[in-house]
């Protein structure tokens, strides 16, 4: 089983999935956790690219989506697809959605781009996805506690009001894999929705 998880920053993404991993280890499941852009050393690296704000040039939309895809193809195929191949289940924070809802609905690039590189390089999508929905003010202000921001989270309000309607579209689109939870409740709430949906 492969699930991923995503929503807007400062949800509590990295909440639900701990507990989540915890869960399964307790159950006795082979579960691994693992992330998006990232996931490999060198996918760790990409990220590296894409999360800093110390570029003397502004990275363009193209070089961000092509970075996510790159790092992508090699965690799908270094840890991804075989851990899937052994039976195990796979906690992925963000996938392919997140490129759809930042890059395209956030950033503005063409569904066509997303397309091409989803049928050419992601070869399995996630069983299920679960989308942490709050207000964009709660959880940016959740980012700012945590200190320095990231590339991303330095963008205004309206980039990710945008990216959340990404978020509601897909949705709507594919209600039968996306489950959306309300993240404005407690977290031990958010983890039993969770719960009660996988099960
Ligand atoms: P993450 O560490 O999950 O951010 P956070 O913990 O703040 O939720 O992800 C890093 C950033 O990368 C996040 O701001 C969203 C962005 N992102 C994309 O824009 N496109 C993508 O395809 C992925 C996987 C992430």
């Not at 990409?46 to 970075?67: A, K």
């Not at 506690?145 to 959340?164: C, N, Y």
């Not at 949705?171 to 009660?196: G, I, Y």
């Amino acid at each position: 089983m492969f699930i991923s998880f995503e929503g807007t920053e400062g949800v509590g993404k990295t909440t639900l999935i701990r507990t989540l991993y915890e869960y399964f280890q307790q159950q006795g499941k082979d579960v691994i956790l693992t992330r998006e852009p990232g996931g490999t050393p060198l996918a760790e690296q990409i990220r590296g690219l894409l999360l800093s704000v110390n570029h003397d040039e502004q990275m363009s939309s193209d070089t961000e989506l092509l970075l996510m895809y790159a790092a992508r193809a090699q965690h799908l195929e270094q840890v991804i697809l075989p851990a899937l191949a052994q039976g195990k289940i796979v906690l992925c924070d963000r996938f392919t959605d997140s490129s759809f809802a930042y890059q395209c609905a956030g950033r503005g690039l063409s569904r066509e781009k997303l397309a091409l590189l989803n049928e050419n390089f992601v070869v399995k999508m996630p069983d299920v996805t679960f989308w942490l929905d709050a207000p964009i003010e709660t959880g940016m202000s959740r980012a700012r506690e945590r200190g320095a921001l990231d590339r991303f989270e330095q963008e205004k309000v309206s980039f990710f009001e945008k990216v959340r309607s990404g978020f509601v579209e897909i949705q709507q689109r594919e209600s039968q894999r996306m489950k959306r939870l309300d993240a404005t409740q407690a977290p031990e709430k958010v983890f039993a929705d969770a719960l009660t949906y996988l099960k």
